[in-house]
């Protein structure tokens, strides 16, 4: 079994639609969750940051962790077509060692 | 400030010759880490860096595969006679600390090899 599944889409919306992406972990010792974007032929950017569990919004993007179903989400608000790429969760115990899933590829059309 | 780099951006060889990847981190970052991409999958780490030393090289997949850093600063990754199957992204990400919260990336050098 994996650290971290991804579902990998692709997924297809229309323009101005609620996204939601989600990743799932086995490990209960993650306490660090990211989001990265991943535009093609560019490397991934990071988006959200989270510590432990709750909720974070930033702009049109809310990340949600819950860590009693080891469950992370990120949701967006009022897609864009600029929001189309490969979405990546990423998570990380103390230390240095950083586990991501294989990304979730957008499309938001206009 | 300048993200991180990384050079060259593509590069092509043939089966069997060696190539040279550079990375340079984000200034002040002490740690670095070598990942791969391949089409369709996710990030395998390759090796981590924290200053000049590597104390997680776990994810090299050969003995082909060796890295060093220099400086604290710019790491080189090395693979020897490359094979098809080293046909990747290779992407550079830098922390700040060795407990840095998140990591940086860098565009990556697309490695095709004939």
């Known amino acids: 079994q994996k650290e971290v599944e991804q579902d990998p889409g692709p997924l297809s919306v229309p323009e101005g639609a609620i996204v939601s992406l989600n990743c799932t972990y086995s490990n209960s010792a993650f306490q660090y969750f990211m989001w990265y974007r991943q535009y093609s032929r560019k490397g991934p950017e990071l988006l959200m940051y989270?510590?432990?569990?709750g909720n974070k919004e930033d702009g049109r993007f809310t990340a949600q962790v819950d860590k009693s179903s080891k469950y992370i989400s990120l949701f967006i608000r009022d897609s864009q077509p600029s929001d189309s790429a490969t979405y990546l969760c990423a998570m990380r115990k103390t230390g240095n060692q950083f586990y991501f899933g294989t990304g979730t590829s957008l499309t938001v059309i206009p | 400030g300048a993200g991180v780099s990384q050079s060259p951006s593509n590069k092509v060889t043939e089966k069997g010759k060696d190539v040279e990847l550079r990375c340079d981190p984000i200034?002040?970052?002490?740690?670095l880490y070598w990942y791969r991409q391949s089409l369709g999958q996710g990030l395998e780490f390759l090796i981590y860096f924290q200053g000049n030393s590597a104390p997680d090289k776990s994810g090299l997949p050969s003995d082909r595969f060796s890295a060093e850093r220099t400086g604290g600063s710019v790491s080189t990754l090395t693979i020897q006679r490359t094979q098809q199957e080293d046909s990747a992204v290779y992407l550079c990400?830098?922390?700040?600390?060795?407990?840095?919260?998140?990591?940086?990336f860098g565009p990556g050098t697309r490695l095709l090899v004939l």
């Open positions: 990400a830098s922390t700040r600390g060795p407990d840095g919260e998140t990591q940086y």
């Open positions: 200034s002040g970052h002490t740690a």
């Open positions: 989270t510590y432990s569990s």
